[in-house]
């Protein structure tokens, strides 16, 4: 999956353009991606995730980084063995593209807007 652009509220992924939140996986973009909590990310979220057994979650926290990793879902992606990155959208966007062209094993839960 090549991300080509993102912006508030906005990412383009292989020509395609999404106005929604989103789990970007090796091989597809799933979403709308709702959280329980809105702005705090619970295990019960990554459900989607957790399916695709990945080694490492990169979590986009919002362009201006408000949605919060609380510490009982870090736990619960450690004790899956699951590498937690936590960066606002932008860098995680980045971040997510530099560790998907070394490995397929890395997934990408972007929250678009705030």
Known sequence: ???????????????????????????RVSGPWWRIKGHRLAAEDLDQVLASRPQRLVVGSGYFGRLQVPAATREMLQAQGIQLEVLKTAAAVARLQELQAQSA??????????
């Open 105 to 114: 094993a890395v997934v990408g839960a972007l929250h678009l807007t705030c």
């Open 1 to 27: 999956m090549k991300i080509q652009e993102y912006g508030f509220g906005r990412i383009v992924i292989d020509g395609r353009q999404f106005n929604h939140d989103l789990i970007i996986h090796a091989d």
